[in-house]
Structures are given as structure tokens and as C-alpha cells.
């Protein structure tokens, strides 16, 4: 099969795409490193393409930013797909969307109404929060020596374990909405960023703060852990953690 992979150099598409070219796929990466841009539609071509595996991000906490983005994207990629005769847009999004339609999410939100509302068959997958966010959320929100983590409850999973599931619906076909994907145990943020900041030898402290708001109720209360039905991963963050340090020192 050629799947277009959408955000295929982030941090759950390189999974996507080795997995994906594993199973004996053609793999197109559609990024800007690759002179395609997503936001414009430059050099975005999907001729012979029977799948397109959008995993795009942007990094804001902007709702309009992120809806500006992901609406884009989505309209530029449905319309290529369109012409060219694409079967199947397979859209990753996050657990607890509906409850917490704010910043980033609300983006996210347009972007799975415009797929569901579109002429392409479908198939959308939720997951929970990844493994990576922790470090992510310590280097965005450090001031000096400290970060401060929102208070948050999470259930984080691993990319990779995602990305094969992405994988593994492409081959199955359009499928609609699909049950979510979490990982294997509920976490709280800061900690996970504690370790990951003794993991890597990052000094400093970590405050947990709480944010304000109705997004900032949905981070503590439980709106974005695994919900009824969920499927679930099985590395733990500890043994992510421990599989990054050793990737490190070779």
C-alpha cells in the first residue's frame, strides 16, 4: 500500500513511518522538509496514494492559532485527497476532546469535525498524552532553574505504540471512530517531569501550578484519562525513560 504520512517527522510520525515501510509499505512523508507545505498546499501531491496518516502538530496554546493551522491543513489535504482518488484519512486526535475544547484542543476539534463532515472515508483515533510530553511541558515552561507543570492528571502512552496502531488501521480501511488509546497507568504530570528531568541530568526544580480556567479544571480533573471501551498500551513511562537513556549512550 503507499500511505501519505502527514507530520511525518514529529515525534509519533518517524514512528509511523518506519513501522509503515516494516510491513513492506510505500511511504510518502509529506513535511516541509520534504517541499511539501501543508498550511499552503505547496507540493502537496498524493497521486497513487490509497492512505493519508495525518499526525500534524503545532506547537501553541493559541485556540485560534491552532484552529487557523489545523483547519488549513485538514481542508488542503482532504481536497488533494479528493483528486486524487484517496480511499482512506486516518486523523490522530486526543482523549477527552469533547469535554475540554480550549487552546490547542479546539484546533483539534475543528480539524475532526471538517474529517467527519468530509467525502473521504475515515478513521479517527484518539490517545492519551505521550510519553514525550513531560519533557516537552519542563523545557517549554522553565523559567531559570524551574519549571513550572501544570497540575495535571495524565495517562501517557508511547508514541511508538500509537504510530503501530495508526499502522495497523490504514491496512484495515476506513473504520470510522475507533476506541482511544491510553497508556497503562494514570500519572501526574509534574512528577513525570521530575523524572524525566533527573533521567537526563537537567537540574533545577519543578512547581506544579495549577491552570486557571475551564481547561485548566479538565488537566486536574480527570477529562483527559482513559475513558469506558479504552484500549490500552503497555510500556510504562519508567520503562520508556529507561529505553531513551539507553538509546542516548550509544
Known amino acids: 500500500m503507499r500511505i501519505a504520512v502527514a507530520g511525518g517527522t514529529g515525534v509519533v510520525g518517524r514512528h509511523v513511518v518506519e513501522i509503515a515501510r516494516g510491513r513492506g509499505h510505500e511511504v510518502v512523508v509529506l513535511a516541509r522538509s520534504q517541499g511539501v507545505d501543508l498550511t499552503t498546499g505547496a507540493g502537496l ?7 493519508v496518516v495525518d499526525v500534524t502538530s503545532i506547537r501553541t496554546t493559541s485556540g485560534r492559532s491552532s484552529t487557523r493551522f489545523f483547519t488549513a491543513v485538514t481542508r488542503h489535504l482532504l481536497a488533494a485527497e479528493r483528486a486524487a482518488g484517496v480511499g482512506h484519512h486516518l486523523v490522530l486526535s486526543i482523549v477527552g476532546l469533547d469535554d475540554a475544547p480550549y487552546g490547542y484542543y479546539a ?3 475543528a480539524q475532526e469535525r471538517l474529517v467527519q463532515a468530509g467525502e473521504v472515508p475515515w478513521t479517527l483515533l484518539r490517545a492519551t498524552q505521550f510519553h514525550e510530553f513531560a519533557g516537552q511541558v519542563h523545557e517549554r515552561m522553565r523559567l531559570g532553574p524551574v519549571a513550572l507543570v501544570p497540575a495535571m492528571r495524565s495517562q501517557p502512552v508511547a508514541a511508538r505504540e500509537v504510530a503501530a496502531r495508526l499502522v495497523a488501521l490504514a491496512e484495515a480501511g476506513p473504520s470510522g471512530r475507533v476506541p482511544d488509546l491510553a497508556g497503562p497507568r494514570e500519572e501526574r504530570m509534574a512528577e513525570l517531569s521530575r523524572r524525566w528531568a533527573a533521567a ?12 486557571p ?3 485548566g479544571r479538565a488537566l486536574r480533573d480527570g477529562t483527559l484519562l482513559a475513558r469506558p471501551g479504552c484500549q490500552h498500551g503497555e510500556q510504562t513511562f519508567e520503562q520508556w525513560l529507561a529505553a531513551e537513556q539507553v538509546h542516548r549512550s550509544r
Open 107 to 109: 484546533g483539534k476539534a
Open 200 to 211: 537526563g541530568g537537567v537540574r533545577g526544580r519543578v512547581l506544579e501550578l495549577p491552570v
Open 213 to 215: 480556567g475551564g481547561f
Open 45 to 51: 501531491d498524493l497521486t497513487g496514494v490509497q492512505a
